[in-house]
């Protein structure tokens, strides 16, 4: 059974935001991935556009998401559904930190308005 203890989760950083990797297939997961994000004060995610469907979950703090070029104001305990080619931009505008828990299916890339394509580890 496999088990990813909070100490043996990978941490990666990108664009000033955090990304706490529990579930991907090197830790034992065949279809799915899941991680923590971790969304300081005053970041600005550059848009993307993303090649599976996300499903966001914001744990703590408030943020402003913006999809598809609709901006909404979301805070702890909703949930924001990301389909696949939908473009995404995130904003956490307030003074504290927001908290994420987002899952999505392997092979998780995403393209930057510039043309570069990510496949971000924490979900590959």
């Given at each position: 059974m496999p088990v990813v203890r909070s100490s043996e989760a990978v941490t990666h950083e990108i664009h000033g935001a955090r990304f706490v990797s529990?579930?991907?297939?090197?830790?034992?997961?065949?279809?799915?991935?899941?991680?923590?994000?971790?969304?300081?004060?005053?970041?600005?995610?550059?848009?993307?556009?993303?090649?599976?469907?996300?499903?966001?979950?914001?744990?703590?703090?408030?943020?402003?998401?913006?999809?598809?070029?609709?901006?909404?104001?979301?805070?702890?305990?909703d949930t924001v559904i990301i389909n696949r080619g939908s473009t995404l931009a995130v904003e956490n505008p307030t003074d504290r930190l927001a908290t994420s828990w987002v899952t999505t299916s392997v092979g998780l890339e995403a393209e930057l308005a510039d043309g570069t394509r990510l496949a971000p580890p924490w979900a590959n």
């Open positions: 529990y579930a991907t297939p090197l830790t034992g997961s065949r279809e799915l991935c899941a991680w923590r994000g971790e969304i300081p004060a005053g970041t600005r995610a550059p848009a993307h556009t993303v090649n599976r469907e996300e499903i966001f979950h914001l744990l703590t703090g408030e943020l402003l998401i913006t999809l598809d070029g609709r901006t909404e104001r979301v805070t702890a305990g």
